[in-house]
């Protein structure tokens, strides 16, 4: 069975005397072998310039005698390494310079890509003035990890002498021609030999289309450099307009503000009329509860009353005079119509108004006999 070989590869660090740990990584520019296969070297660094050692070390060991075509490179069919030239301003460097040096460097098996960049005063004489200054457009090149070699104060169109002193063996560019003073295309010398590589330039971003962003929304980014601590005279604005920027930011901010109250009120009320529903709606819970204990509320808003002491026996007397006089009613009932109820023991009956005393004495008289 196979078994897979393991390292300890923090065991195989070294370090110097300052206790820091040494890179054993190869120097970018250290020159494999030629191979019909894509060689790749490890960066452990930025690019180095063309005047450095390492870079002069790595042209001395190039043969310019020996011609490439550029279907043999491609190919891979190159009996040596095959260095590649590419140039422009690289103003604020961004993914379409990134992706333009990646199509000449992956366009080549054992390709070897030196960038040349143009200096401050060349640069404004012949386009105009840039954003970045020279020095920072050298540092992004050499930090770019598809480039090998940086060219500082390159021409702005190619010589013999410039391609013979770096060996160059093909130019990179997209084919659009690109003019100058006294000439239609700068690369059509290179274009006629068959030195000229081809790249694609990446649509919707570009130096200039940046810069028009930034002038578009210029208030917006002075506003923030002036909030993180820039002076007006550093930004290159007048007191009046400072004053007027300072107050539309301030207007800006009570706006969010306000808009911000506005939707955490409307949030607020959906909440508590959703919840006010959920408690009194129609199908919330005090209905509920009122419509599953209706009995025990009746009873709760008016109980019964307390007996009275006392009380029973008045209704045992009230209970026996009604049936008399259920009994009664029922006797006479069943009596003649013709006969008059007996008189009860004891009644007597009232003088008749307008009769005489001798008329109800005699009376009184005939009923006690």
């Known amino acids: 069975m196979h078994r897979r070989k393991t ?11 300052m206790g820091e740990i040494k890179s054993d990584c190869p120097s970018p520019t250290t020159s494999p072998k030629a191979s019909k296969d894509f060689v790749r070297t490890q960066v452990c660094g930025p690019a180095p310039k063309s005047t450095d050692e390492a870079a002069q070390k790595e042209r001395d060991q190039i043969d310019y005698s020996i011609k490439i075509s550029l279907d ?29 040096l990646m199509q000449t460097k992956i366009a080549i098996p054992n390709s070897y890509l030196i960038v ?13 003035r840039t954003v970045m200054d020279e020095k920072e457009r050298y540092e992004a090149i050499r930090h770019c990890r598809y480039v090998d070699e940086l060219v500082t104060d390159a021409p702005w169109t190619l010589t013999d002498e410039f391609l013979e002193m770096h060996k160059i063996d093909f130019v990179a560019h997209d084919e659009i021609p690109y003019g100058a003073v006294g000439s239609d295309d700068v690369y059509a010398m290179i274009k006629e030999r068959g030195m000229f590589l081809i790249t694609e330039r990446t649509e919707g971003i570009s130096t200039t289309d940046i810069i028009a962003r930034i002038i578009k929304d210029y208030d917006v980014y002075v506003r923030r450099n002036l909030s993180r601590g820039y002076s007006a005279k550093e930004l290159n604005v007048s007191y009046m307009r400072e004053k007027k920027i300072i107050l539309a930011e301030k207007y800006n901010t009570m706006k969010d503000k306000g808009k911000e109250f506005i939707d955490k009120w409307e949030d607020k009320s959906k909440e508590f009329i959703g919840n006010f529903l959920e408690m009194f709606g129609k199908d919330g819970r005090i209905t509920s509860w009122i419509a599953e204990n209706t009995e025990k509320v009746k009873l709760a808003i008016s109980p019964p009353a307390s007996p009275v002491p006392g009380a029973s026996d008045e209704d045992d007397d009230d209970d026996d005079e009604d049936d008399d006089d259920d009994e009664y009613q029922e ?3 069943h009596s003649p119509p013709s006969q008059s109820p007996p008189s009860k023991r004891g009644r007597t009956q009232s003088p008749v108004v307008g009769a005489t005393c001798s008329n109800y004495d005699e009376e009184m008289e005939h009923e006690s006999v």
């Open 72 to 100: 043999d490179a491609k190919a891979g069919r190159a009996p040596r390494r095959v260095r590649i030239y590419a140039d422009g301003i690289y103003d604020m460097f961004h993914s379409g310079h990134a992706r333009q």
């Open 116 to 128: 040349g960049v143009c200096n401050g005063e060349l640069t404004q004489q012949m386009k105009g």
């Open 331 to 333: 006797a006479s009932s």
């Open 7 to 17: 390292y300890n590869m923090s065991s195989a660090r070294k370090r110097n005397k």
